[in-house]
């Protein structure tokens, strides 16, 4: 085993033990911690056994194992910067409606969205 194999699993250990933890503390939903928990255990699969990657990106029609790997990083990273976008735009208009409603006086019904 090599010593960047040890630091990883150490340190994906470490990230598995904080969502486990975020779960229990009610400070994750289930979902939420279970995606990352896959994603824990996926990367350490991937660390400790990299011809794998190399086997589905040969079947993905993909190079090498390591295209594969950056190649979905990257889409998981546009999905979670949209998601934030969109959270972004959902509060930025819920809170113009609150300060509106604070400053006319008058609270109006939630948007349906």
């Known amino acids: 085993m090599t010593t960047f194999q040890i630091s990883a699993f ?11 933890s975020f779960r229990l503390r ?3 939903s289930f979902r939420v911690a279970f995606a990352w928990s896959l994603l824990w255990i996926g990367a350490a699969v991937a660390i400790a056994w990299p011809q794998i990657t190399v086997r ?9 194992g390591a295209d ?18 969109v959270r972004f735009r959902r509060m ?4 113009t409606r609150i300060v509106r409603e604070l400053a006319l006086g008058t609270p109006k ?3 349906p969205d």
């Open 10 to 20: 150490v340190f994906l250990g470490l990230a598995l033990a904080a969502t486990i």
């Open 26 to 28: 009610r400070q994750a």
């Open 56 to 64: 589905v990106a040969h079947f993905l029609g993909i190079a090498r």
């Open 68 to 85: 594969l790997v950056f190649y979905l990083a990257i889409l998981g990273m546009f999905v979670g910067f949209f998601a934030v976008y």
């Open 92 to 95: 930025e208009s819920e809170m």
């Open 109 to 111: 019904e939630p948007d």
